[in-house]
């Protein structure tokens, strides 16, 4: 992007946001193919990408709902910060279901996603990294090497799978209500 391509106006938020959902979408379904062909460790770390789409959606309805344009520098911190993305959907109810939690400033969440973040950064990016490399820790770790039942056991309920097309779809629904009432 070129520097007067920020910042991002909030208008063109929303479409950035239903893409995002659509991308979630195209992800979880393709988990649900590598999972049903036995690559339980591919379709793992695809759904776990699947998650991170959908929580730069939920970010970018955020800031169209609230009208707040997204400066580079948030771009580039929050936006592009896969661990924020991964925890964007659970610390943003307040625009998921705004009839049942009250409303926060952008600002307090934001704030609240990189402490989680900084918490759990070390543990999502390990989360990430044994479906996706081989690695040295002491002896080697590969995908391939993983214990079926332990990942099985993980992922075998299709969790990431089912839990990211039900919250793409709910997110797509909650647009559309929104985009109603402007």
Known sequence: MKRSDFPIPWKDALEGSKLAIEN??????????????????????????????LGKGVLLFRHWKQRQDIPEKQ?????????????AYVENFDVLYPKSTPPK???????????????????????????????????????????????????GSDYWIDSTLLAAFHLKRVIIKSEEKQ
């Open 24 to 53: 979630a979408k195209r992800l979880g379904n393709d988990a649900a193919v590598l999972k049903q062909n036995g690559r339980l460790e591919s379709a793992y770390y695809v759904s776990l990408n699947a998650w991170e789409e």
């Open 75 to 87: 771009w580039h911190k929050i936006f592009r910060n896969h661990t924020i993305k991964r925890v």
């Open 105 to 155: 400033d952008t600002e307090e969440v934001l704030g609240k996603m990189k402490k989680v973040s900084k918490e759990y950064g070390r543990y999502f990016d390990f989360e990430k990294q044994i479906a996706l490399y081989v690695d040295w820790v002491g002896e080697w770790r590969s995908p391939s090497k993983l214990h079926r039942k332990l990942l099985d056991s993980a992922f």
